[in-house]
C-alpha cells in the first residue's frame, strides 16, 4: 500500500501550468527521487505535497487519507516533515533550540500550563529535551548542542535540519536538494547519513537531488521532470538508460 | 540552578527593601519617576513579547493601554467622584454604582484589554510586516475615537479626574516583578520557542508544525494583556486620564523603549525602560529659560530643547549599537559561577 500518493496533481499560475498531472507513489521504507533541469518545476510538486502551494488539481493521499489543501502545519502533524533548498534554520537560535521546536508538535499543554510549569507540562518539558538530545546524539551534533545554529558549518547545518525535522516524528521525509553546495566528500557523507537516518527511523523518503552518483545510489525509484512533465519513471538503471532522459539533460543532437 | 533561585529571591527581597527605604525617604517627584520607569518596563515587556519575541510589528499598543487605563479607573473611581466627573451625560448603569479594589480591577482591565486583541487579532493576525503595523495602528485610533465620543461611558474628551492614585511603588514594581517573571516563565517554555522560531522564519516555522496563527494569537493577547495591567497603573498613577494620552506617540515611546532595550531582550526593556525613564526627566533642565555656561560654549534652554538632545542621544544609541543594549541577550547569574554553568543557559537563566 502506498504511503503516500499524488494523484494527477496540477499546479498553474495564472496562465503558467508550473506542474501537470503529477502522478507519485511512495511506499513504507521506500526512498523515491525526483529529479531534472533547472525550473523543471521539482520544488512546486514538492509544494504541492506540503500544500505551501494548494495543487489546482488533484489530490494528495497520505496513508489513503486525503490530505488536500490541509493547512502546512496540520499536514506536518500527520507526519510529512520537509527540508528547504536554501537552509531555513533558526539561526539565531541554539541547536538544541532548534531540535526542541520541531517537537513543539506533539505538545499537549496548554500555554497557561507552559506558564505557570504545572506538572505536566514539566514531565513533557523534560522528555522533550531528553528525546532532543538523543536525536542529536543519533546524528552526531550532541556535542554542539549549546552552539548557534548559524555557526555551524554548512555540512552540520544540513544535518542539523534534517534532524530537526525528525523531531516531529515523520513518517515521510521530504528533502529539497539536500547536497546543493556540497563538495564529493560531503555528498557521500550525506549520503551514507541519509541511508542511515532512513534505517533508523524507519521512513520514508522523497527527495529532490542534483547529484546524480547521490541519486543513483540511493533511489529505489527515480521520477524525471521536464517542463514539469514528468518524462520517465522508474529505477535507477532504468532510467539511466532512458533515451528521453539523456535528450532532456545533453540535449538532442541535430543528426535525430 | 539552585543557586539561581537563591539569587533571584534575594534580589527580589533586596529591591523590596529598597523600596521600603525609597518610599519613606524620596520626595514624591522621584518616587513618580520611580513608579513611572517601573510602569514603563511592564509596558515595554508587554510590547516586546509581540514585537521582539514573536517578531510581529504591531503598533496598537496605545489602544490596549488605554482600555486598561479607563477600565480599571472607573472601577476604582468612587461614585460621588463619578457623579462629579459625568455632569454632560450620566454615566452608564452598571459602572456608576460600582466601586471595587484595585488588585480585581487591575485583573479585570487586563482580561478586557486582552480580549478586545484577541477579537483584534482575529483578522489582523493574518497580516504580516508593514500591513499588520497599520492594521493594528488603525485599531489603536478607533479605540481611542470610540474614547472620545463615548460620552455616557468614558466622559469623551473631558477624561476622567479623580482616580483614586492607587498605584504606589509596590504595586508598579511588584505587577513589573510578576510580569518578568511570567513572560521569563514563558520565553523559555516550548511555547516561547515557539513564538521565537516564528520571529525568526515563518516557513520555517510553519512548516515544523508549529500554528502560525494560534501561536501569534497567544503572543499578542497576552502582551495585551500586560499592557492593560500596566495601563491601569499608569491611570491611576496619574489620577487624570483622557483620550488624548493614549495617541500614537504613547506607542511610539514603548516602541522606543524596546528598541533602544534590544528586540527580544527582557533585561533590556527594563534597563531600557529607567534610561528612558529618567533621561528624559534629568534632561528637563533644557527646557527651562536659563542660562547654561559650560566654559566653551554657552546658551539659552528653549523650551522643547530637552526633546531635540533626547533624540541625538536616541540616533547615538541607535547607530552604535544596532539590536539595542542588550540585543537578544539577557542578564543571569552565570558569570557568578562559571564553571559549573556551562549546562544551565537551557533550562533556568537568572529572573531579570
Known sequence: ?256 | MKNNKILNIALIIIIFLLLIVANGNLDSYVVRILNLCAIYSVLGLSMNLINGFTGMFSLGHAGFIAVGAYTTALLTMTEKVKTQNFFMEPLIAPFNSISISFLPALLIAGLLSAFIAFLIGAPALRLKGDYLAIATLGFAEIIRIVLNNAQSLTNGALGLRGIPRATNLYWSFGVAIVTIIILISLIKSSYGRALKAIREDEIAAESMGINLFKHKTIAFTIGAFFAGVGGGLLGNLMGTIDPNMFKFVLTFNILLIIVIGGMGSITGTVISAFIVTILGELLRFLDMEKQFNFGFISFNGIPGLRMVVFSVILMVIVLFFRNGIMGTKEFSWKFLFKKTATDESLTEGGVK
Open chain 1, 1 to 256: 500500500m502506498a504511503l503516500l500518493k499524488v494523484e494527477n496533481a496540477t499546479m498553474q499560475f495564472g496562465g503558467l501550468t508550473a506542474v501537470k498531472d503529477f502522478n507519485l507513489e511512495i511506499k513504507e521504507g521506500e526512498i523515491v527521487s525526483l529529479i531534472g533541469p533547472n525550473g523543471a518545476g521539482k520544488t512546486t510538486a514538492f509544494n504541492m505535497v506540503t500544500n505551501v502551494y494548494t495543487p489546482t488539481n488533484g489530490k494528495v493521499f497520505l496513508n489513503n487519507e486525503d490530505i488536500t489543501g490541509l493547512r502546512q502545519d496540520l499536514i506536518t502533524q500527520k507526519g510529512i516533515a520537509r527540508t528547504f533548498q536554501n537552509i531555513r534554520l533558526f539561526k539565531d537560535l541554539s541547536v538544541l533550540d532548534n531540535v526542541l521546536i520541531g517537537n513543539h508538535v506533539h505538545i499537549k499543554s496548554n500555554f497557561l500550563g507552559a506558564i505557570f510549569k504545572l506538572p505536566k507540562y514539566r514531565n513533557e518539558e523534560k522528555e522533550m529535551i531528553e528525546k532532543s538530545i538523543e536525536l542529536l546524539r543519533e546524528v552526531g551534533l550532541e556535542d554542539l548542542k549549546n552552539e548557534k545554529a548559524s555557526s555551524l558549518p554548512y555540512g552540520k547545518q544540513r544535518k542539523l535540519e534534517i534532524a530537526r525535522a525528525l523531531a516531529t516524528n515523520p513518517k515521510i521525509l521530504l528533502l529539497d536538494e539536500p547536497a546543493a553546495g556540497m563538495n564529493p566528500t560531503e555528498t557521500d557523507e550525506l549520503t551514507d547519513f541519509v541511508r542511515e537516518v532512513k534505517d533508523k527511523f524507519k521512513l520514508s523518503i522523497f527527495m529532490i537531488e542534483h547529484h546524480m552518483q547521490m541519486v543513483m545510489s540511493l533511489s529505489d525509484k527515480i521520477q524525471v521532470f521536464e517542463y514539469g512533465i514528468t518524462i520517465a519513471e522508474g529505477t535507477p538503471a532504468q532510467i539511466q538508460n532512458d533515451e528521453k532522459v539523456i535528450n532532456a539533460y545533453l540535449g538532442v543532437s541535430e543528426d535525430d
